[in-house]
């Protein structure tokens, strides 16, 4: 019985997260806000972030990414 609650503690205590901020203080991700109406060009897209999910989530990303490369707004990116 000893053995097997030493091998139960020591594996709890490798999946134990310590912290020195409370959860409450931690940063939280922010939604971003990009919608694929209206359609968008590469002059009003502010990051290469942005330009990204335009061109993965929506109809006409691929219009952002002019020769094929894969990379949208080669301005940005």
């Known amino acids: 019985m000893g053995v097997i609650f030493v091998v139960l503690s020591a594996s709890l205590s490798l999946f134990s997260v310590s ?12 939604a971003q806000s990009w919608s694929c109406s209206p359609r968008r060009t590469c002059k009003q897209i502010a990051s290469c972030d ?4 335009y ?3 929506c ?6 990414d002019r020769d094929g490369d894969g990379r949208p707004c080669e ?3």
């Open 19 to 30: 912290s020195d901020v409370p959860w409450t203080e931690r940063p939280t991700e922010t």
């Open 75 to 77: 301005s940005l990116c």
């Open 50 to 53: 942005e330009a990204y999910w």
């Open 59 to 64: 109809s006409w990303g691929g219009r952002l």
């Open 55 to 57: 061109l993965q989530n």
